[in-house]
């Protein structure tokens, strides 16, 4: 008999990609920590790889050229360790331009929290 009941790690790291946005689009950097693992990588276009959750705090609180805004996530999927979402980004600018954005995120979970974030942006390259 198959078990109708969902699989509860994909459940934990769908709720951890969910809290993630919940804690960037109401800028509480103080609770990066809860969803980082200190070990951590962001790759991100345009900057180097954000290395430790010190230098993705850094990038939220001083460098991200967002000022406010909210991520609406279309999808999310995941198994046991990755996690993969997309969706839109609307928001402002620090210079107080309208953004917005078509994104899509990749996830590496370990213990209940992020340990690398690679974000993609749908935008002519080639």
């Known amino acids: 008999m198959i078990d109708p009941r969902p699989d509860t790690a994909d459940e934990s790291a ?12 109401g800028c509480r950097w103080n609770e990066l920590g809860s969803v980082f693992a200190d070990e951590c990588t962001y790759c991100r ?11 993705v705090e850094q990038f939220y609180r001083r460098e ?6 909210r991520h609406q996530i279309e999808h999310i999927v995941s198994d ?26 990749v996830y590496r979970v370990r213990e209940g929290k992020i ?12």
């Open 64 to 69: 991200r050229i967002i000022d406010s805004g």
């Open 45 to 55: 276009p345009g900057y180097d790889p954000l290395v430790s959750l010190p230098r």
């Open 14 to 25: 769908e709720t951890l990609v969910a809290e993630l946005f919940d804690v960037i689009d």
């Open 115 to 126: 340990v690398f974030r690679k974000t993609y942006f749908f935008r002519a390259a080639i």
């Open 80 to 105: 046991t360790h990755t996690v993969a979402c997309w969706g839109r980004f609307v928001g402002t600018s620090r210079k107080g331009e309208s953004l917005n954005e078509e994104f899509a995120d």
